[in-house]
Nanobody
Framework: QVQLVESGGGLVQAGGSLRLSCAAS????????MGWFRQAPGKEREFVAGISWSGDSRVYADSVKGRFAISRDNAKDTVYLQMNSLKPKDTAIYYCAASRSLDQAFDYWGQGTKVTVSS
């Protein structure tokens, strides 16, 4: 079992930046691939970014490539999402999730942190 707690959300103007954090507890964090997802009002949850357990492999949704960066610190059991050049369409609740690998389903989810980007 892995418990995940997101933080770092808030209100930011378009063009601004935020860094989300996801702290993990429970089973060995470093053995899990991690991902960030988001759900905008009235829309389905979508994949944003993922990182392998070692950090060697990272994948991004086309909509955030070049603007967002996922990273992890296994010593701190934390995964991050650096979000730059934010746009109003990035407004959503952001969730982190854990999986045995990037090509498997994400089994563990946090409660989410809200990001609002004003125009």
């Amino acid at each position: 079992q892995v418990q995940l707690v997101e933080s770092g959300g808030g209100l930011v103007q378009a063009g601004g930046s935020l860094r989300l954090s996801c702290a993990a507890s429970g089973r060995t964090f470093s053995t899990y691939a991690m991902g960030w997802f988001r759900q905008a009002p009235g829309k389905e949850r979508e994949f944003v970014a993922g990182i392998s357990w070692s950090g060697d492999s990272r994948v991004y949704a086309d909509s955030v490539k070049g603007r967002f960066a996922i990273s992890r610190d296994n010593a701190k059991d934390t995964v991050y999402l650096q979000m730059n050049s934010l746009k109003p369409k990035d407004t959503a609740i952001y969730y982190c999730a854990a999986s045995r690998s990037l090509d498997q389903a994400f089994d563990y989810w946090g409660q989410g942190t809200k990001v609002t980007v004003s125009s």
